[in-house]
């Protein structure tokens, strides 16, 4: 194996003179470096699929003075107890950045945003967080759009701020390596985004037990499902009325009255079907017209499927931007 050596009196004179990061102060450099070292993945935690520690540096050093300029609320440097709340803005706005420069195109035609500066700025609300989730948000929004695997989505906001905690305590940790006990000021692993197992041994919290559970649920509701032939779903027969939930896309019940209204097509003459408002069918058209540029295949939207919060499109997610 070649030993591969790195001068890092080299790396810091590089860094100072390199002219996209002239908007960072020299002091925070090297622990923004450090901070983008191991968020990006490291021993202690996860790594975004797709997003490998080049793509962190190349997209921090793209959109730095975004990320960490003076301007901004929040700096990647900021990983102590005190001021973490602060870096997390940071950490979500470089976040925001990989995802949106992978799904660029999107932004440009569907926002008319070439920067995600420039989305940000279009976005307004009561508090800094506040505005930073909503952001989020909406690049999360594009880019379930286009996805194939759910590995390639955005986390939630919660499992965001449990892996930003869990990059604080790393980059707390490596600090005190030099220090006489390496414990001091280092916060418990359950309170920084792990959990103690029962054998001792610490594992990634992904996500809040509330999300977790949701997710579950969802997942529930869309393979699971009743089959009434004649109770029309509105007895507690029905094993959807019996959990207090609608019937989904996986019952085989037929004349369901446990649908909230919706009528499935294929079982009612189109002049019946009022339950399908015009806001879905313009939602509908564009989607379709969003599309139809893009989709090579010239296949017609078999395999598009609308809901009022997802759409997807198996053909168009192939199309993803690898640069
Ligand atoms: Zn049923
Ligand atoms: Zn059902
Ligand atoms: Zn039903």
Same mark, same amino acid.
């Given at each position: ?13 590089? &860094?100072?003179?390199?002219?996209? &990061? ?28 797709? *997003? ?17 300029? +003076? ?7 900021? +990983? ?61 929004? #594009? ?9 390639? !989505? #955005? ?6 701020? !449990? *892996? ?69 779903? #509105? ?45 879905? *069918? !313009? ?23 609308? +809901? ?11 199309? #993803?931007?690898?640069?």
């Amino acid at each position: 194996m070649t030993e591969r050596k790195l001068n890092l009196n080299t790396l810091k004179r590089c &860094l100072n003179q390199d002219p996209n &990061l002239a908007s960072i102060s020299p002091d925070m450099k090297c622990n923004i470096f450090k901070t983008l070292f191991i968020t990006s993945g490291c021993d202690y935690i996860s790594y975004f699929s797709g *997003h490998g520690k080049a793509t962190f540096i190349e997209v921090f050093c793209q959109n730095a003075q975004f990320i960490c300029g +003076t301007e901004m609320e929040g700096c990647l440097s900021e +990983t102590g107890s005190q001021d973490k709340h602060k870096g997390f803005l940071a950490f979500l706005r470089l976040v925001g950045c990989l995802y949106f420069k992978k799904h660029w195109s999107s932004f440009a035609t569907q926002h008319s945003c070439e920067t995600p500066r420039q989305l940000f700025e279009s976005v307004l609300a009561e508090t800094v967080k506040k505005r930073h989730e909503m952001w989020i948000n909406m690049i999360r929004e #594009i880019v379930s759009e286009r996805i194939l695997s759910e590995e390639e !989505r #955005i986390p939630s906001t919660s499992a965001l701020e !449990r *892996h930003w905690n869990r990059t604080c305590w790393v980059s707390q940790f490596w600090q005190n390596a030099v220090s006489q006990d390496v414990k001091v000021g280092l916060p418990l692993p359950e309170e920084s985004g792990w959990m103690c197992q029962e054998d001792g041994c610490y594992a990634i919290g992904w996500d809040s037990i509330e999300l977790q559970e949701r997710v579950k649920g969802t997942v529930e509701f869309l393979t699971k499902g009743c089959s009434c032939k004649k109770s029309k779903c #509105i007895t507690s027969q029905c094993s959807c009325r019996k959990q207090q939930k609608n019937c989904g896309p996986a019952c085989k019940c037929m004349d369901c009255g446990n649908n909230n209204g919706h009528v499935e097509n294929s079982r009612v003459d189109q002049s019946e079907d009022d339950t399908y408002s015009d806001e879905d *069918h !313009r939602e509908d058209e564009n989607v379709n017209n969003y599309y139809s540029d893009d989709d090579e295949s010239g296949s017609e939207s078999d395999n598009c499927y609308v +809901t009022s919060e997802v759409v997807v499109d198996f053909d168009v997610m192939m199309d #993803i931007d690898e640069d």
